[in-house]
Structure formats: structure tokens, C-alpha cells
């Protein structure tokens, strides 16, 4: 993603904001577009967004201003919210905003500028449930509110402990030394941040005043910012229209440094150097070859802040701020990849949204697709290409646990009222989409014809809502020669069934260019598939040190399929034979003596090869490894899961090996490590491991931010082989 040293202004002037029902459009059409036509499948009118409680079709929402104060001790932001709305419907009587039970609203007050009013008119208003992940805040409005006259609505609120709201206590930071607090908005818990029309399908443009104390940094998902130090007042401006879940906001000890024309990184300071090591100038870069492929950059800044271990996913792609979690930092192509995703997302997901959360793929589809064409401009087709087999590979694991006629497999997933549509987030969304999306560049006849496609596509709908009709009869017009042969009807291959077909994806990539970095990771995995280890003879031509952390990560999620391996260990309280080592383990936690017998079979071959060399390396790989400890109960190697968990606090490094410990016979152990690192959790990773060891509620579920999973919990019987790890390496 050649360099830009002058913002692309010009080229973001579109922001008209999302008609609504009642308006002329659609959400999705672009009015005017000659070069799409009317296609094959128009969209249909109202769009209803069953996750939000607001009625957003009344309304066009021209801006939202925010004016808050970061209270660090009580762990509070109190202050106001405006919304410039017209309504677009006669006799609207009600505004109704998304919001939730943690928001505590103290006043409610509206302007009409138009009728001469002078003085805000206090408003009454109530509060209804809605779902488990927030409420409906209805506001009854006054008679001068009249369909095309501007009003304006200021909620007087401070927010509590909800969803979007992350405050980390100093000892939870990567410093240590002084408090930190993010938002995280995906998918709808932003309206316990600040009440809204909390759905994908409304954009408007924001500004906000954030006051803070003495030593803290507010960064914002702005294209402006400004700061007066005398005041602690720092000041933010979107001109761009986003989504109320792009909104979002982190304030603590941050530092940067420039690393481009137009980005930066922030962290904090003890992390500021590695990151910048880390990144260099590869951003500018990648941002130069995404706009080669999509067309210009229209956010302006592409900065990075990298967050403390509590993150509770990967990454996320607020516009002009990427958040990503620092764990990541030890894997440099993991980082790579991450990076890459979520710059793609400035054209596919934050400049043209999916419409409602039930197409997800929309903006994580076209995402991953569009950064796999830029790595692989710039790394090459075989390095793609065994990104996308380990990808894939997790796919059809996720699939062979739920089942192919599981709905979430689904592109296009129905949910019921009060689904969060959090629960989304799986690789359905990401990989049967990118597979969607191939399929597409695969009938177009020509990457590069694909890659013209898109920036048009990007250049028709940027910075608005769409729907998958839009895309495919957008599509279908761009190539009408496809349009002309049925493309869309073709047996087996239906778009339809692509949209709402559930299990595997009908058709995937050739990755057979990737052939000389997979072929040896399937070979070394066949070698050791057989009960018997394989010699060391035949092991000297696989130099696994001069692999990449990629070829690593496959051969041992592969592995991991293959597991428990041939006569693994395990508890034996009868007598064992002369070639088996007696091992005597104390649990500190209750006094509990488990006598186990550890032969020299497959999983004692793998650790004797290769547990060194894991051990060095970064901890997507230790992970893996230390699951295929958990998963062949291996208890020679219990010190280093022990280790690793005491070292790691982040979820996605936590999840995956209490899971495995749990299903297995390590629950006494997995309660353990829990009672000696619990005080260095975040409090909601502490309610999810307490959740898995002790079976009170769904194991991957975070109560106090976005499920992350819809998998069921594995029988007791089975490993846990979809972990948190699987379903989200990135937003």
C-alpha cells in the first residue's frame, strides 16, 4: 500500500449523507449511476437493520459533535452529545436512539435554528429494554419539528462500565505506569458510548472535545486534530461521513513517531521503539500499492496505535487510526498481514460499508481480498498464497466442527431480534467471503481487470452503505458479456447460493503458486502421521529454522488436526512397560497427585526435535506448539505452558490453551495458572476463563464487549479445535 505527499482532499468531497426511507433512494443505490443501470436484482426498500432499536429511516443525520471529560479515577466520561438531524417524514413525533442500561442520561434538549427558537426546549424522554447488548432511548419531540428543517438534539449523559468502554488500571498497561482507556464500537457497542442510530447503514461526519488530566494523550479515528495544552483540551474533527462503530477514541501515556508522509505510530513508550523497528516505512509502502490497485487514499492519515494486551481482538480499523493489539509486535508476518488488512479496510468497509450486519462479508470479504492482491504486489504470489492455505485450512477446520448445513456458515445470515451481531465475526465472514470475492475476479478474466473493477466500485459508492445487490449488480453491468452468459445462474455455482447457501465455499483459489513453501510442511507432516516417529535421517532434509513463521504456523496447525498423535500420553494407573519414564506431578493448587507414564512415541519425537528451536521463536508459533502439549497431555513440557501463560495476558493467547486444557485432563492445571496470574486480567478475560473452568456460560464469550465467536462449546470429549485464535485475527 509510489509515495503521496499531499492528502487526496479533493478526492473526498462526497458526503452526502444515507437516504432514508422516504427519500428518493435507497440505502445503497447511488442515485445517479450511469455505469451500473438498473441490474438484475434492485435492493430492496425499507432496509431493516433488526439490530438496531433506532427508527434512522426518519432521519438524515448531517452531524454528531461529542464533548467529553475523561474521568481516570472513577473510571467515568461525562458530558454531552449533539446530533444535527432532518427529519425526512411528515408527523415524526419520536426520536428513538440506540443506547444502553451503562449510559446514564441526564438531560435531553432540542433546538429548531429554522422557527426563531432561541433557547433549547427541554425534552422529555424514557428508556426501554431492547436486547442483552442495549436499550432504545425515546425522545418525544416538539411540534416545530417539521420534515427538512434542520433540529438539533444535545443529550446531557455519563457513561458507566459498558461494552465499548475499556478502562485499564496502570498494572494492566504495558508501562505500568499510568492508567489507559479505549473504545471498541464493532459491531454495536458504541451506543453505550454515545447514543446514536447505532447501524452500518447510517454515515454522517463528527467532531468531539475530549478534557483530560495532566499527562494524557487523546488520540481519535479523525482526520483533524488539535491540542491546547494550558487547557488539556484536545480537539477532533471527521470530515469524512462514518458509521457510529468507527467512532472511537484511546487516551493514556502515548507517544509517536513518524514513519511516513502521512502516518505515524503511537504506544506507549517503553513499546515506541520496537514498533517503529518493526514497521519502517512499510506502511507508506503498502499504502502505495493499495492505491495502485484501488484508487487514492481518501482517509488523509494512515496512523497506527498499538494497545496493550487487554485488547480484546487483533486489530480494528477505525479510519485514520488503526488500533492493534501489541502482542502482535513478536510475529513480524503476523503484524504484516494484520496491517495490511486493516489498510484495506480504508477502501472496502470504512469508505464503502456493508449496510447492515448481516453481510458482513461485504467489508470483510472485499477487505481480505484486497490484501492479499496488495501482499501480493508486493511480496510475491507464493508467499499469498501460504497466508491463504493456513486461512483456509482454519476454514474447513471450523466447518468439520459445526457441520456443513450449520446457518453461520452462511455469507448472508439471517439473526432474529436480539442476536448480537457480534457473533458474526467467524471465518465464514472473512474467508467464504475473500473465496466470494475470488470467484468474481475469476469470472472477470483478468486480475487486473478485477483490480479496475474495484477502484470503480470504490470511486461509485465511497462513503456510503451498500447492500450484496449493489456489488453484483454493479458487477454484472461493469462486465455485461457475464451479465449476457448467466454468469449468476451457472449450476452449482448460483450467486444466490453463494449468498445463502450454508458450507463450504463453492469454489476456492488455485494456490498451487505458493507449492514450494507448502509442499515441504505437507511432507514433514506426513513423515510424522505414521505411529511411529519418523528417523532422524529421513527429518535432516526439513530445516525448520530456515523456515517462515507461516510455513511453521501450517505445519503445526496441521499437526493439531492430527491430534492426540499415536500413543500419546496420559494418566496410567496400572503398571507400565520398560520403555515408558514414570512421572510423579503435584498440583500446588489442591495437593493432587496425578501419576502419569510418558513413552517415547510420536509426541516425544516431535518435542525432542523441535521444542528448542519453538521455544525461541514468537508466540503464534509457541502457541501452537504449546496447544500440541495441552492436546497429547505431554506433561514434560507443563513448565512451559505454565511459563507462557504467566508471560501472556491478551486474550488471544489465553483462550485457545484454557480451552484445550479444560476439554482434556489439565483442568487442574488450567486452575491453577488462572489462581497465580488472575490479578494481571483484564476483568472481562477473567470472567471468560472463569467461564471456561467452571462451565458458567459460553467459554469464548466476553460480557463486557463483542462476542467474538458463535462456535458452541466442544463436547468434553473433543479438543476445542475452533479457538478464538481460528474465528479473528483481525476485524
Same mark, same amino acid.
Not at 493499495?290 to 487483533?314: H, K, M, N, Q, T
Given at each position: 500500500?509510489?509515495?503521496?505527499? *499531499?492528502?487526496?482532499?479533493?478526492?473526498?468531497?462526497?458526503?452526502?449523507?444515507?437516504?432514508?426511507?422516504?427519500?428518493?433512494?435507497?440505502?445503497?443505490?447511488?442515485?445517479? =449511476?450511469?455505469?451500473?443501470?438498473? @441490474?438484475? @436484482?434492485?435492493?430492496?426498500?425499507?432496509?431493516?437493520?433488526?439490530?438496531?432499536?433506532?427508527?434512522?429511516?426518519?432521519?438524515?443525520?448531517?452531524?454528531?459533535?461529542?464533548?467529553?471529560?475523561?474521568?481516570?479515577?472513577?473510571? %467515568?466520561?461525562?458530558?454531552?452529545?449533539?446530533?444535527?438531524?432532518?427529519?425526512? $417524514?411528515?408527523?415524526? *413525533?419520536?426520536?428513538?436512539?440506540?443506547?444502553?442500561?451503562?449510559?446514564?442520561?441526564?438531560?435531553?434538549?432540542?433546538?429548531?435554528?429554522?422557527?426563531?427558537?432561541?433557547?433549547?426546549?427541554?425534552?422529555?424522554?424514557?428508556?426501554?429494554?431492547?436486547?442483552?447488548?442495549?436499550?432504545?432511548?425515546?425522545?418525544?419531540?416538539?411540534?416545530?419539528?417539521?420534515?427538512?428543517?434542520?433540529? $438539533?438534539?444535545?443529550?446531557?449523559?455519563?457513561?458507566?462500565?459498558?461494552?465499548?468502554?475499556?478502562?485499564?488500571?496502570?498494572?494492566?498497561?504495558?508501562?505500568?505506569?499510568?492508567?489507559?482507556?479505549?473504545?471498541?464500537?464493532?459491531?454495536?457497542?458504541?451506543?453505550?458510548? +454515545?447514543?446514536?442510530?447505532? !447501524?452500518?447503514?447510517?454515515?454522517?461526519?463528527?467532531?468531539?472535545?475530549?478534557?483530560?488530566?495532566?499527562?494524557?494523550?487523546?488520540?481519535?479515528?479523525?482526520? =483533524?486534530?488539535? +491540542?491546547?495544552?494550558?487547557?488539556?483540551?484536545?480537539?477532533?474533527?471527521?470530515?469524512?461521513?462514518?458509521?457510529?462503530?468507527?467512532? #472511537?477514541?484511546?487516551? @493514556?501515556?502515548? *507517544?509517536?513517531?513518524?514513519?511516513?508522509?502521512?502516518?505515524?505510530?503511537?504506544?506507549?513508550?517503553?513499546?515506541?521503539?520496537?514498533?517503529?523497528?518493526?514497521?519502517?516505512?512499510?506502511?507508506?509502502?503498502?499504502?502505495?500499492?493499495?492505491?495502485?490497485?484501488?484508487?487514492?487514499?481518501?482517509?488523509?492519515?494512515?496512523?497506527?496505535?498499538?494497545?496493550?494486551?487487554?485488547?480484546?481482538?487483533?486489530?480494528?480499523?477505525?479510519?485514520?487510526?488503526?488500533?492493534?493489539?501489541?502482542?502482535?509486535?513478536?510475529?513480524? &508476518?503476523?503484524?504484516?498481514?494484520?496491517?495490511?488488512? %486493516?489498510?484495506?479496510?480504508?477502501?472496502?468497509?470504512?469508505?464503502?460499508?456493508? #449496510?447492515?450486519?448481516? %453481510?458482513?462479508?461485504?467489508?470483510?470479504?472485499?477487505?481480505?481480498?484486497? /490484501?492479499?492482491?496488495?501482499?501480493?504486489?508486493?511480496?510475491?504470489?507464493?508467499?499469498?498464497?501460504? &497466508?491463504?492455505?493456513?486461512?483456509?485450512?482454519?476454514?474447513?477446520?471450523?466447518? =468439520?466442527?459445526?457441520?456443513?448445513?450449520?446457518?453461520?456458515?452462511?455469507?448472508?445470515?439471517?439473526?432474529?431480534?436480539?442476536?448480537?451481531?457480534?457473533?458474526?465475526?467467524?471465518? +465464514?465472514?472473512?474467508?467464504?467471503?475473500?473465496?466470494?470475492?475470488?470467484?468474481?475476479?475469476?469470472?472477470?478474466?483478468?486480475? =487486473?481487470? +478485477?483490480?479496475?473493477?474495484?477502484?470503480?466500485?470504490?470511486?461509485?459508492?465511497?462513503?456510503?452503505?451498500?447492500?450484496?445487490?449493489?456489488?453484483?449488480?454493479?458487477?454484472?453491468?461493469?462486465?455485461? %458479456?457475464?451479465?449476457?452468459?448467466?454468469?449468476?445462474?451457472?449450476?452449482?455455482? &448460483?450467486? &444466490?447460493?453463494?449468498?445463502?447457501?450454508?458450507?463450504?465455499?463453492?469454489?476456492?483459489?488455485?494456490?498451487?503458486? @505458493?507449492?514450494?513453501?507448502?509442499?515441504?510442511?505437507?511432507?514433514?507432516?506426513?513423515?510424522?502421521?505414521?505411529?511411529?516417529?519418523?528417523?532422524?535421517?529421513?527429518?535432516?532434509?526439513?530445516?525448520?529454522? #530456515?523456515?517462515?513463521?507461516?510455513?511453521?504456523?501450517?505445519?503445526?496447525?496441521?499437526?493439531?488436526?492430527?491430534?492426540?498423535?499415536? $500413543?500419546?500420553?496420559?494418566?496410567?494407573?496400572?503398571?507400565?512397560?520398560?520403555?515408558?519414564?514414570?512421572?510423579?506431578?503435584?498440583?500446588?493448587?489442591?495437593?493432587?497427585?496425578?501419576?502419569?507414564?510418558?513413552?517415547?512415541?510420536?509426541?516425544?519425537?516431535?518435542?525432542?526435535?523441535?521444542?528448542?528451536?519453538?521455544?525461541?521463536?514468537?508466540?503464534?508459533?509457541?502457541?501452537?506448539?504449546? /496447544?500440541?502439549?495441552?492436546?497429547?497431555?505431554?506433561?514434560?513440557?507443563?513448565?512451559?505452558?505454565?511459563?507462557?501463560?504467566?508471560?501472556? !495476558?491478551?486474550?488471544?493467547?489465553?483462550?485457545?490453551?484454557?480451552?484445550?486444557?479444560?476439554?482434556?485432563?489439565?483442568?487442574?492445571?488450567?486452575?491453577?495458572?488462572?489462581?497465580?496470574?488472575?490479578?494481571?486480567?483484564?476483568?472481562?478475560?477473567?470472567?471468560?476463563?472463569?467461564?471456561?473452568?467452571?462451565?458458567?456460560?459460553?467459554?469464548?464469550?466476553?460480557?463486557?464487549?463483542?462476542?467474538?465467536?458463535?462456535?458452541?462449546?466442544?463436547?468434553?470429549?473433543?479438543?476445542?479445535?475452533?479457538?478464538?485464535?481460528?474465528?479473528?485475527?483481525?476485524?
Amino acid at each position: 500500500m509510489a509515495e503521496l505527499h *499531499q492528502t487526496p482532499t479533493a478526492l473526498c468531497c462526497c458526503r452526502k449523507s444515507l437516504p432514508v426511507s422516504g427519500a428518493p433512494r435507497c440505502v445503497g443505490d447511488s442515485g445517479s =449511476r450511469p455505469s451500473a443501470g438498473p @441490474g438484475p @436484482g434492485t435492493p430492496r426498500c425499507p432496509l431493516v437493520d433488526v439490530a438496531s432499536a433506532s427508527n434512522f429511516r426518519c432521519f438524515q443525520l448531517r452531524h454528531l459533535h461529542l464533548d467529553l471529560r475523561l474521568n481516570f479515577a472513577m473510571k %467515568e466520561m461525562s458530558g454531552w452529545m449533539v446530533l444535527d438531524l432532518v427529519p425526512v $417524514q411528515p408527523g415524526v *413525533q419520536t426520536l428513538v436512539l440506540d443506547s444502553h442500561p451503562s449510559l446514564l442520561i441526564q438531560s435531553i434538549d432540542c433546538k429548531v435554528p429554522a422557527s426563531g427558537q432561541e433557547e433549547p426546549v427541554s425534552l422529555t424522554y424514557r428508556v426501554d429494554p431492547f436486547t442483552d447488548y442495549g436499550s432504545s432511548l425515546n425522545i418525544t419531540l416538539p411540534s416545530a419539528v417539521k420534515p427538512g428543517r434542520l433540529i $438539533q438534539i444535545t443529550v446531557r449523559y455519563t457513561t458507566t462500565d459498558g461494552p465499548a468502554i475499556w478502562w485499564l488500571d496502570s498494572e494492566l498497561t504495558c508501562g505500568q505506569s499510568r492508567p489507559l482507556v479505549f473504545t471498541q464500537g464493532h459491531s454495536v457497542c458504541n451506543r453505550s458510548f +454515545f447514543p446514536c442510530f447505532d !447501524t452500518p447503514a447510517v454515515k454522517s461526519t463528527y467532531t468531539a472535545t475530549v478534557r483530560v488530566p495532566d499527562g494524557v494523550t487523546v488520540l481519535m479515528s479523525a482526520s =483533524r486534530s488539535s +491540542f491546547s495544552k494550558e487547557d488539556r483540551v484536545f480537539q477532533f474533527s471527521m470530515e469524512f461521513p462514518v458509521p457510529s462503530y468507527l467512532v #472511537a477514541l484511546v487516551a @493514556g501515556e502515548l *507517544q509517536h513517531v513518524d514513519v511516513g508522509p502521512r502516518s505515524r505510530v503511537w504506544a506507549e513508550p517503553c513499546l515506541l521503539s520496537c514498533a517503529v523497528k518493526k514497521l519502517g516505512g512499510s506502511v507508506e509502502r503498502w499504502l502505495d500499492v493499495a492505491e495502485e490497485l484501488f484508487g487514492p487514499y481518501l482517509w488523509g492519515r494512515c496512523d497506527i496505535v498499538f494497545l496493550p494486551p487487554s485488547f480484546p481482538i487483533v486489530a480494528m480499523e477505525n479510519p485514520c487510526l488503526t488500533f492493534i493489539i501489541a502482542s502482535i509486535l513478536e510475529s513480524n &508476518e503476523f503484524l504484516l498481514i494484520d496491517v495490511v488488512h %486493516e489498510i484495506a479496510h480504508g477502501w472496502f468497509g470504512n469508505a464503502v460499508t456493508n #449496510a447492515t450486519w448481516e %453481510e458482513m462479508w461485504l467489508s470483510e470479504g472485499l477487505a481480505t481480498y484486497a /490484501q492479499r492482491r496488495i501482499t501480493t504486489e508486493a511480496y510475491g504470489e507464493a508467499f499469498t498464497c501460504l &497466508e491463504t492455505a493456513i486461512r483456509l485450512d482454519a476454514l474447513h477446520r471450523q466447518l =468439520r466442527l459445526l457441520g456443513d448445513n450449520n446457518p453461520v456458515s452462511k455469507l448472508q445470515v439471517k439473526f432474529e431480534p436480539g442476536v448480537n451481531p457480534s457473533s458474526l465475526m467467524n471465518l +465464514f465472514t472473512y474467508e467464504k467471503g475473500f473465496c466470494f470475492v475470488a470467484y468474481l475476479s475469476e469470472l472477470s478474466g483478468d486480475v =487486473r481487470r +478485477f483490480d479496475c473493477f474495484l477502484r470503480d466500485y470504490i470511486c461509485e459508492f465511497k462513503f456510503k452503505s451498500v447492500v450484496a445487490q449493489d456489488l453484483i449488480d454493479y458487477f454484472l453491468t461493469y462486465f455485461p %458479456e457475464l451479465m449476457d452468459a448467466a454468469v449468476s445462474q451457472r449450476e452449482g455455482l &448460483e450467486f &444466490e447460493r453463494w449468498l445463502s447457501g450454508s458450507g463450504p465455499p463453492l469454489f476456492e483459489p488455485d494456490l498451487s503458486a @505458493g507449492g514450494a513453501l507448502t509442499r515441504p510442511v505437507q511432507d514433514l507432516c506426513d513423515l510424522w502421521r505414521s505411529r511411529e516417529a519418523p528417523d532422524l535421517k529421513t527429518l535432516e532434509s526439513f530445516d525448520l529454522s #530456515a523456515w517462515s513463521t507461516f510455513q511453521i504456523v501450517l505445519f503445526l496447525d496441521r499437526m493439531l488436526d492430527l491430534s492426540p498423535l499415536p $500413543q500419546g500420553t496420559g494418566t496410567n494407573t496400572t503398571n507400565t512397560n520398560d520403555t515408558c519414564t514414570h512421572i510423579v506431578y503435584l498440583s500446588t493448587l489442591d495437593n493432587q497427585t496425578l501419576s502419569l507414564s510418558v513413552c517415547p512415541d510420536v509426541m516425544a519425537s516431535l518435542s525432542g526435535c523441535y521444542s528448542s528451536l519453538f521455544d525461541g521463536l514468537n508466540a503464534e508459533v509457541q502457541i501452537r506448539w504449546l /496447544q500440541m502439549v495441552v492436546r497429547n497431555s505431554f506433561y514434560p513440557e507443563l513448565p512451559r505452558v505454565r511459563a507462557f501463560l504467566h508471560k501472556h !495476558t491478551s486474550r488471544m493467547y489465553t483462550v485457545p490453551l484454557y480451552d484445550d486444557m479444560v476439554a482434556g485432563v489439565m483442568k487442574c492445571v488450567a486452575a491453577e495458572i488462572f489462581n497465580q496470574t488472575q490479578r494481571r486480567l483484564h476483568p472481562n478475560l477473567r470472567r471468560t476463563l472463569q467461564q471456561i473452568l467452571f462451565q458458567t456460560g459460553p467459554a469464548s464469550t466476553n460480557q463486557n464487549g463483542p462476542a467474538l465467536s458463535i462456535v458452541p462449546p466442544s463436547p468434553s470429549t473433543q479438543p476445542a479445535a475452533v479457538t478464538l485464535r481460528d474465528v479473528n485475527v483481525s476485524a
